[in-house]
């Protein structure tokens, strides 16, 4: 593939990805998931706060702020004032976490302007790692947790997409089949005939369309920015889009409501 440029913010997103992954793994293979919910009724582990813990310390380094789920959220009127910053889910699918399936993952993505330009989604079970850079493309890596990142790690990555024979693909939630989203896939069926359906947790969804695994993800329930940013940015990067639903508009961030509207990757 061709050289890939890594910027200093590229670089500290990369390593915060995997000592955050890193911390997850520790829970994940040692100990007990103590889950509590939150005052959305969403699951907090003991993993998402350690992984949070471990990437602050990476992204404390920079020069932007960070808006983080398991963070201190600051109000719009500070909040808005921010034209880069970064947005983390230091555990995205923590049900996926605790149903021990392996399909959850570290985001960290540098957003601009309300645009994610950098994301790093990366998965500590398997170790993949998408990393989408506005202006340079999208690659796939396999990085060990606990590895310090290298530039021989480079060498060896896969530009996104990959071309693949398939038949047309549509990926979904595990838990968010509803109405609105078969009869959006009923559209594709008459188009295409029969239309194959993957089933993924957390941000992997964005990837397999990023990657060449499928051809369309439509998420039509609640996501919220921390959720998506990463994967917009691997998304944009590999030459798909992120749009609203309603709108056809890319999504945007660092929004006063940080609740996503529905979208479809495509």
Known sequence: MQPFEL??????????????????????????????????????????????????KWLETSEHPVLSEEGKHLSYD????WSTLWIVDPLDGTKEFIKRNGEFTVNVALVESGRPILGVVYVPVTGELYLGVRGEGAIKM????????????????????????????????????????EAFLATYRAQHGEVAILSKGSSLKMCMVAEGLADVYPRFAPTMEWDTAAGQAVVEAAGFAMLHKETRLPLEYNKEDLLNPHFIVL
């Open 7 to 56: 910027t200093t913010e590229a670089r500290i997103a990369i390593q915060a990805s995997l000592d955050g992954g890193a911390a997850i793994l520790e829970v994940y293979q040692n100990e007990t998931t103590e889950v509590e919910l939150k005052g959305d009724e969403s699951p907090l582990t003991q993993a998402d706060l350690r992984s949070n813990t471990a990437i602050m």
């Open 78 to 81: 500070e909040r808005r004032h």
């Open 142 to 181: 396999v990085i060990d947790a606990k590895t310090t990142f290298t530039e021989a790690h480079l060498e060896s990555a896969t530009a996104l997409p990959v071309a693949m024979d398939r038949p047309f693909t549509a990926v979904g939630s595990r838990s968010h089949m509803n109405e609105e989203t």
